[in-house]
C-alpha cells in the first residue's frame, strides 16, 4: 500500500494484524475508538432527543436505574388559614432520557451524542495543525542543524515553558476579538437532506434536529499552536538520524535538492514515531479542549467539558449532570491510547507488545 510518497509495506499491515490479534486492550480500544466516532457522525438519527430543547417541567431527571428524592413547595388551607407545606417527592428515571437531563431539561445522553462532535473534531483538526507545523519545524532543524537548529528549537523551549493549559487560555485572550468572525457553523447533511428526519420518524424518535452545529475554529488554531512543539521534537530527533544514513548521502551526492530529500527519504523514514505521536495527541488535546470549555472559552455549548462546569454546581444533587459527560471523556480518552499503543507496539520492532488478555 502506498499513500503519496510513505509506503505501508505488506510486513508493517502483518504486524497490525498480529498485534491486533493478539492484545485484548488493543481491541478494546479499537472498539471505544470506533462507537465514540461513529455516534459522533450519526449523531442527528441516533440522539433521543434535540439536545438544545429545554423542558423545564422534565430538568433534573436521574438516569435509567436511579430515582431522585426532590423537595416541592406547596400552600394550602389549614383550619382557614394558609399554610406552607413541604414534602419529599420521589423523582423516577423515564425511557426517553436514559442518562437523565440537565437543569434545563435537555436530554444528557444527546449532548454527550453531540458532545463528541467537537471534543474529536478539535481532536483531529488541532492534531493536523499541531503535526504541519511540528513536523516541518523539526525536520527543518534536525536536517540543517547549525543555526537553524538552534534558533528553531530554542523557541520550542520557550513554548515547553509555559503549561498548556495557561499558554492556550494566554493565545485565545490574544485571539478572543477574531472569534466570532472565524467560527464555523457547520450544516449537517443528514438533516439537510432529510436522512435524519425519515430514519427518526421510521424508529419513532423525535425531530427536529439541530441543522448546524459550531467548529470552534479559534480552538482548534490555539491547541495546534500549543502542541506543535511535541511533534517538532520527534522529528527532529529522527532527522537528525535519518540524515546521516548512506541512501541520504547517496541522494545528496546524485544531486538531489535538500526539498526531495527530506520527503523522499527523511519524511517516510521518520512517519512510525510521528503516527504514534499524532494518535497521543489527540487524546491529549480531547482532553485539553474540555479544559477550555469547563473554563468557558470554547466558543460551543455542545461540549464535554461545557457541560461539566454546568453540572458542577449540582454534583450534590443531581451528580449525572457532569458524571456522564465526564465519562464520555474518560472512554474515548481511554480508547485513544489504546490504539496508540496498539500502533506503536506493532510498527516499532523494538518494542514487545504487551497485548493479550
Do not use: C
Not at 41 to 69: C, V, W
Not at 78 to 98: I, L, M, R, W, Y
Not at 116 to 122: F, G, I, K, N, Q
Not at 210 to 216: N, W
Amino acid at each position: 500500500m502506498k499513500i503519496g510518497p510513505i509506503s505501508i509495506s505488506p510486513r508493517t499491515i502483518r504486524n497490525l494484524r498480529k498485534e491486533f490479534r493478539s492484545s485484548g486492550l488493543a481491541r478494546i480500544g479499537v472498539v471505544l475508538v470506533v462507537v465514540i466516532v461513529l455516534a459522533a457522525a450519526f449523531a442527528p438519527m441516533i440522539a433521543p432527543q434535540n439536545p438544545r430543547t429545554q423542558d423545564l417541567d422534565r430538568a433534573q431527571l436521574p438516569p435509567l436505574g436511579f430515582t431522585d428524592t426532590e423537595q416541592q413547595t406547596r400552600t394550602e388551607m389549614v383550619n382557614g388559614s394558609v399554610e406552607t407545606v413541604t414534602e419529599n417527592v420521589t423523582v423516577n428515571a423515564t425511557a426517553q432520557h436514559p442518562l437523565g437531563t440537565n437543569s434545563l431539561g435537555q436530554d444528557i445522553l444527546s449532548r454527550v451524542i453531540y458532545g463528541a462532535r467537537t471534543s474529536l473534531l478539535v481532536g483531529l483538526f488541532g492534531t493536523v495543525l499541531a503535526a504541519l507545523l511540528g513536523v516541518t519545524v523539526g525536520l527543518t532543524a534536525g536536517y540543517y542543524r547549525g543555526r537553524v537548529d538552534d534558533a528553531l528549537m530554542r523557541t520550542a523551549d520557550v513554548s515547553l515553558a509555559f503549561p498548556s493549559l495557561v499558554l492556550a487560555i494566554a493565545l485565545i485572550g490574544l485571539f478572543s476579538r477574531f472569534q466570532a468572525d472565524v467560527a464555523v457553523a457547520i450544516t449537517d447533511p443528514l438533516v439537510t437532506t432529510g436522512v435524519a428526519g425519515s430514519f427518526r420518524d421510521a424508529v419513532g424518535l423525535p425531530t427536529p434536529m439541530p441543522e448546524t452545529f459550531v467548529l470552534p475554529t479559534v480552538v482548534i488554531l490555539v491547541v495546534g499552536f500549543v502542541n506543535w512543539v511535541w511533534f517538532a521534537r520527534i522529528a527532529r530527533g529522527e532527522a537528525l538520524s535519518v540524515r546521516e544514513e548512506e541512501y541520504v548521502k547517496a541522494a545528496r551526492a546524485l544531486g538531489a535538492s535538500d526539498v526531495r530529500i527530506v520527503f523522499r527519504h527523511v519524511l517516510p523514514n521518520s512517519i512510525t514515531p510521528i503516527l504514534v505521536l499524532a494518535t497521543i495527541q489527540v487524546a491529549a488535546i480531547i482532553l485539553l479542549e474540555s479544559s477550555l470549555s469547563f473554563l468557558g472559552f470554547s466558543g460551543t455549548t455542545l461540549s464535554w467539558g461545557f457541560d461539566i462546569a454546568q453540572g458542577r454546581d449540582y454534583l450534590s444533587s443531581s451528580w449525572w449532570i457532569a458524571t456522564m459527560p465526564g465519562l464520555a471523556i474518560v472512554l474515548s480518552v481511554i480508547g485513544i491510547n489504546l490504539v496508540g499503543d496498539w500502533l506503536r507496539d506493532a510498527l516499532d520492532p523494538g518494542i514487545e507488545g504487551e497485548g493479550g488478555m
